[in-house]
């Protein structure tokens, strides 16, 4: 079982991670940090603490940043629509959030465990870069670090330029040059793994995690030719099954000025790294198919 910190901005996508994650016995998530990102902190925070209300669980969700560390932050709402969850009624969440601050919850938790953690990162990385900057000691403990963002191929925010990377590029900047074991699942595998409308059609029969999940994708607006892509969602299928996606090592330097802003460029012709060096792992590829199947089979495990 492979103990996990979820640091995220729900947001849809992050919102059908977190219902994997949590209902996965192979993954044991010890704490959920939220930051801005898909809408404002104070909606990721109260959108994560829904999920976990809705399954029933007892995981302490800390919130994060408000702002990105230099950019004027810009939401996503067009596409997450206003609260960030559309599409179903969740209760408003009784459980409060933890008095520790996104960071300081990651350090007291990475330092309590024995055994080292993955970090596991789908929104703006403001709170990932704020941990590294603080607490450099604490990153032994941490094994990997997952991050959905980033493309080498072509951008969502911008031609060049993923959303979550474009929303705070300062904080990618730092989180790439950190020296920690980063496996970086960006556009380039999440787009080529679309739900398909037979996909999402299936799971109103799937229970009531089913119709929470058929309701909050139906209202997403990442519409592609083929289905919509549940980006984050491929984080936990890699935490998971790491051998179902197909990387390749990269040297990924971070845009932060001008019009490539939030851009991740590979060095693939090695101009500016050593042709030994890498400071990422970069998914490239994944079996669509499979991806669907899977997927299905995760929502019965909610039930
Ligand atoms: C990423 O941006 C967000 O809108 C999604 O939740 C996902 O993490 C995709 O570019
Ligand atoms: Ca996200």
Redesign the pocket.
């Known amino acids: 079982v492979r103990a996990v910190i979820l640091d995220m901005?729900p947001?849809i996508?992050?919102a059908a991670a977190i219902a994997v994650a949590l209902n996965n016995p192979g993954l044991d998530v010890k704490l959920i940090t939220t930051v801005a990102?898909?809408v404002s902190v104070d909606k990721t925070t109260t959108n994560a603490l829904k999920l976990v209300e809705f399954f029933g669980k007892n995981i302490p969700i800390a919130k994060g940043a408000a702002e990105p560390l230099k950019k004027k932050f810009e939401d996503?709402a067009a596409?997450?629509g206003e609260t960030g969850l559309p599409g179903y009624d969740f209760p408003t969440p009784r459980m409060e959030v933890s008095k520790l601050a996104a960071t300081e919850a990651i350090a007291a938790e990475l330092s309590h465990s024995k055994e080292p953690m993955t970090l596991i990162a789908?929104?703006a990385y403001t709170n990932i870069a704020s941990f590294i900057k603080q607490y450099p000691e604490l990153l032994v403990k941490i094994d990997e670090l997952i991050l959905?963002?980033g493309s080498i191929s072509g951008g969502?925010a911008s031609s060049v330029a993923?959303?979550?990377v474009f929303t705070d590029p300062d904080a990618a900047k730092i989180v790439f040059e950190s020296g920690l074991k980063i496996t970086m699942i960006g556009?380039d595998v999440?787009l080529k793994a679309l739900i398909s409308k037979e996909t999402s059609d299936q799971l109103v029969t799937l229970g009531e995690a089913g119709k929470m999940l058929h309701g909050i994708i139906n209202a997403y607006g990442d519409v592609h030719e083929g289905g919509k892509p549940m980006?984050?969602v491929i984080t936990i299928l890699y935490a998971l099954h790491p051998e179902m996606i197909k990387l390749r090592n990269e040297y990924i330097d971070v845009v932060t000025e001008g019009p490539a802003i939030g851009a991740t460029v590979a060095d693939i012709l090695h101009r500016w790294h050593a042709e030994k060096d890498f400071n990422a792992r970069v998914g490239v590829g994944i079996d669509a198919a499979f991806f669907n199947k899977w997927f299905i089979k995760q929502v019965k495990l909610m039930n």
């Open positions: 901005d947001g996508d992050d990102g898909n996503a596409i997450h789908t929104g959905m963002g969502n993923e959303f979550n556009l999440t980006h984050d």
